[in-house]
C-alpha cells in the first residue's frame, strides 16, 4: 500500500510504487463494471498528461487512487505524490487491458 507522510495537519505526501499501480488494475479487474467510466477516462486521458503527470482529479478518476491509498487526500488542504514513472506506465498499460472490456459497459 502506499505510504503516505503527513507533513502537518493540512498537508500530506503519497509515496507509490509499481505494486499500487497493480492494486488499482487489480481492483478495476475486479469490477469492470463499477469501473469502466474510470478506466475508460484514465487510459484516454493519460497520454494528454505525458502520462507521468497525469492528475486524478482532473477528469474525477480518483475512486481506484483513493482505494489503493485508504485515506481521502481531499480531506486535506494541499497533497503531493512521488511515485516513479513506472507507477504511470504500469497503471496505464493496466487500464489499457482493460479498456474494450469497459467501453462495451459503456455503451
Do not use: W
Not at 484514465?42 to 487512487?65: G, H, K, Q
Request: glycine share 6%; with cysteine.
Amino acid at each position: 500500500m502506499a505510504s503516505i507522510e503527513i507533513v502537518d495537519p493540512r498537508t500530506i505526501r503519497i509515496h507509490a510504487g509499481i505494486e499500487d499501480a497493480l492494486t488499482m488494475v487489480r481492483k478495476a479487474a475486479e469490477n469492470i463494471l463499477k469501473y469502466a467510466e474510470e478506466i475508460v477516462k484514465i487510459f484516454d486521458m493519460m497520454p494528454e498528461f505525458e502520462y507521468t503527470y497525469f492528475c486524478f482529479y482532473a477528469y474525477d478518476t480518483a475512486v481506484l487512487f483513493e482505494e489503493m491509498l485508504g485515506v481521502d487526500p481531499k480531506q486535506y488542504f494541499s497533497f503531493s505524490m512521488n511515485a516513479p514513472d513506472a507507477f504511470f506506465y504500469t497503471l496505464y498499460g493496466g487500464m489499457g487491458g482493460l479498456y474494450e472490456q469497459a467501453k462495451r459497459f459503456l455503451s
